[in-house]
T-cell receptor, first 116, second 113 residues
Framework: SAVISQKPSRDICQRGTSLTIQCQVDSQVTMMFWYRQQPGQSLTLIATANQGSEATYESGFVIDKFPISRPNLTFSTLTVSNMSPEDSSIYLC?????????????FGEGSRLTVL | GENVEQHPSTLSVQEGDSAVIKCTYSDSASNYFPWYKQELGKRPQLIID?????GEKKDQRIAVTLNKTAKHFSLHITETQPEDSAVYFC????????????FGTGTSLTVIP
């Protein structure tokens, strides 16, 4: 298994500000992804965090709003920029280990953001 | 991209009865189908998975079936217990090609003692 640590675990932010969420995995992983989960809703894929290159974003998500970094095989950050109340959600980091990226997808505990 | 639909959205069963949750997917290239259980305030955790070269997989009280032709897969929980109460998510992924995981809308299962 993989242990994924995220911080902050929760935060209350003001409209118009930006917040960076950090994700640390306890060992090298092949794939890292960022998801958003609004209360009582499903997990929506924001982007794939690619090591040493630009993230791959899903439809409806753009780099200017959700810049992502992945400098190495165990660490990634997601920034939520110019926040509005609609960005209030739980943001989950996930990782997959295995040759060619096969196998179980593990999740961090999530970062619960509230935007006022 | 992949579109995963999941039914029902809520399900209540009596303790000891069986529960079935169904999912369909749109991308015929998807080849890996995990199921996750998420308890309130916790992270999603894998409970069972199936790959496209297998039609059925069982692990104690939990089983998953896959019909590639119809592009649907189901989770079966037998002899349900109160601790099975949670939200269950199905997912579909193309392993070795992008590897993104796309999740269904979730099923809130309540097991009534």
């Amino acid at each position: 298994s993989a242990v994924i640590s995220q911080k902050p675990s929760r935060d209350i932010c003001q409209r118009g500000t930006s917040l960076t969420i950090q994700c640390q995995v306890d060992s090298q992983v092949t794939m890292m992804f960022w998801y958003r989960q609004q209360p009582g809703q499903s997990l929506t894929l924001i982007a794939t965090a690619n090591q040493g290159s630009e993230a791959t974003y899903e439809s409806g998500f753009v780099i200017d709003k959700f810049p992502i970094s992945r400098p190495n095989l165990t660490f990634s950050t997601l920034t939520v920029s110019n926040m509005s109340p609609e960005d209030s959600s739980i943001y989950l980091c996930s990782a997959q280990r295995g040759a060619g990226g096969t196998g179980e997808l593990f999740f961090g505990e999530g970062s619960r953001l509230t935007v006022l | 991209g992949e579109n995963v639909e999941q039914h029902p959205s809520t399900l209540s069963v009596q303790e000891g009865d069986s529960a079935v949750i169904k999912c369909t997917y749109s991308d015929s290239a998807s080849n890996y189908f995990p199921w996750y259980k998420q308890e309130l305030g916790k992270r999603p955790q894998l409970i069972i998975d199936i790959r496209s070269n297998v039609g059925e997989k069982k692990d104690q009280r939990i089983a998953v079936t896959l019909n590639k032709t119809a592009k649907h897969f189901s989770l079966h929980i037998t002899e349900t217990q109160p601790e099975d109460s949670a939200v269950y998510f199905c997912a579909a992924s193309r392993q070795n090609t992008g590897n993104q995981f796309y999740f269904g809308t979730g099923t809130s299962l309540t097991v009534i003692p």
